[in-house]
């Protein structure tokens, strides 16, 4: 093999393996190409292998398949690198999650997160009930219910402590938490940060009918929230249209409960 060949066979190399591991989808791009067609006419004998491109925004497709409730599938955790933990709890809201659910996903890949030996989808049931204030009982917000999960699993404790001090240092990070979430918003309550008023005899009612309608099984799900349309403390969630995000603060109580916990850890300022 003479050097005009090796030179040849080196360049296809070197370009081959750039629109493999780096370019991805898109190949090799135009500038190298033209370099290699202008050195070698023969140019590249094969076209690049195509290959999805590799970005740091895709999100894990991780969904979860719909259940007798009715709840349908969860779209893609937000796993991006670059994100603040605080943007990563508000695009996992916008993808679907409910208010607790995006918090304590925002940590999935922290060391304590997988050191717990709980799983994404473990740990997405275990904060599924949290949202709109515990199942909509619009108490304590759920964004901030995800922020103790997420400090639980980090620094929490599975057997009584032998002494009171240690639950106590516990104690004390979670209400330093509470304090910091009130300072910025207010408030911890659902209902308080959503302006609402509080739940009545008659909304009390209305809710436990709503319920009953919500287990019969000849009820269409169209129904049942035609049935509960207006009432913010009945069991069946707003549809998450354009407009519901736009009333609705909690996209940024997500971000701020996850960025007030990443800032008490120190791992971000």
């Avoid at 964004?143 to 639980?152: L, P, Y």
């Avoid at 005899?201 to 436990?208: P, R, V």
Wanted: charged letters at 25%.
């Amino acid at each position: 093999m003479n050097w005009r060949k090796k030179g040849k066979f080196f360049c296809e190399f070197f370009v081959k393996f750039l629109s493999k591991y780096f370019f991805g989808q898109g190949g090799a791009p135009p500038y190298a190409r033209t370099w290699l067609r202008a050195t070698h006419p023969a140019g590249l004998q094969t076209p690049a292998p195509q290959r999805p491109a590799r970005n740091l925004a895709r999100c894990t497709a991780r969904s979860f398949a719909a259940n007798r409730c009715g709840i349908p599938r969860r779209r893609e955790i937000c796993y991006n690198t670059r994100m603040t933990y605080g943007e990563k709890a508000k695009e996992n809201f916008l993808n679907g999650y409910t208010c607790a659910q995006a918090v304590l996903a925002a940590f999935q890949d922290e060391k304590w997160f997988k050191e717990s030996g709980l799983s994404v989808e473990t740990a997405m049931k275990l904060a599924s009930s949290f949202g709109g204030g515990m199942g909509r009982l619009r108490e304590v917000c759920g964004a901030v219910s995800g922020m103790f999960m997420a400090f639980g699993l980090a620094h929490g404790f599975s057997a009584p402590p032998d002494s009171q001090d240690a639950k106590m240092e516990h104690y004390k990070c979670i209400q330093e938490l509470a304090a910091r979430f009130r300072e910025e918003n207010g408030s911890i309550v659902c209902r308080e940060l959503l302006g609402l008023a509080p739940i009545t005899q008659n909304a009390s009612e209305k809710a436990t009918e709503a319920a009953q309608a919500t287990h019969d099984a000849e009820t269409s799900r169209n129904q049942q929230n035609s049935t509960v349309s207006g009432d913010p403390y009945a069991p069946a969630p707003e549809a998450r249209t354009p407009e519901y995000y736009k009333k609705r603060p909690c996209p940024e109580l997500c971000k701020c409960a996850a960025d007030i916990l990443a800032t008490f850890f120190g791992l971000q300022k």
